[in-house]
């Protein structure tokens, strides 16, 4: 089946920092990559995707790349804010199985 | 209506009660999809239904009984849980056929004593 890793585990940065998390996937018929932002005891929210046909999306200060010769795709999140302090999950969707598989998360903490 | 509802919000159970979790979405989406998310993890699949039957059973205890009665709405229901059965129980919705973009209802958390 479907391995997707996401590192790092942590990801501290200062207020107006850069945050980079990077997920590989193991699934080559993957074609469709979201991320999903988990703030405290609250819901997953989808807060952006890219297809496979396409390096690179961006949305504000949020963005995605995707590298699928090296099946690897990352979530950059420029000029952090404190509001940007939560979990993010990144997944990879089995085209055949109906389900997605998801890495083990990210903690950011922006400080202040 | 964007929204995937769930209740209740929080629910203490002993492990001889039977109860019943709730979800509903408006969005006409036809995929609907059960996961168990304890902290700091990942939301991990129990169920999907896919058309209001169920296609995707994780391998999961029968004292979890999944039910979809109609295209708008989800249970789960509960009967003679473990205490590490404790945790966020979350819905999702999507299209068929589009997982990677699920819609995510506030969860219930569940503590089973």
């Known amino acids: 089946g479907e391995n997707v890793e996401q590192h790092p585990s942590t990801l501290s940065v200062q207020e107006g920092d850069s945050a980079v998390i990077k997920c590989t996937y193991s699934d080559s018929a993957s074609n469709y990559f979201p991320w999903y932002k988990q703030e405290l005891g609250k819901r997953p929210q989808l807060i952006i995707d890219i297809r496979s046909n396409v390096g690179e999306k961006k949305d504000q200060r949020i963005a995605v790349t995707l590298n699928k010769t090296a099946k690897h795709f990352s979530l950059h999140i420029t000029e952090t804010q404190p509001e940007d302090s939560a979990v993010y999950f990144c997944?990879?969707?089995?085209?055949?199985?109906?389900?997605?598989?998801f890495g083990d998360g990210t903690t950011l903490t922006v400080k202040p | 209506d964007t929204e995937v509802t769930q209740t209740p919000k929080h629910l203490v159970m002993g492990m001889t009660n039977k109860k019943s979790l709730k979800c509903e979405q408006h969005?006409?989406?036809?995929?609907m999809y059960w996961y168990k998310q304890k902290a700091k993890k990942p939301p991990e699949l129990m169920f999907v239904y896919s058309y209001e039957k169920l296609s995707i059973n994780e391998s999961v205890p029968s004292r979890f009984s999944p039910e979809c009665p109609n295209s708008s709405l989800l249970n789960l229901h509960l009967h003679a849980l473990q205490p590490e059965d404790s945790a966020l129980y979350l819905c999702a919705s999507s299209q068929v056929g589009v997982a990677y973009e699920q819609y995510f209802g506030p969860g219930t958390r569940l503590t089973v004593t």
């Open positions: 997944a990879a969707p089995r085209p055949n199985a109906g389900k997605s598989t």
């Open positions: 969005m006409g989406h036809r995929a």
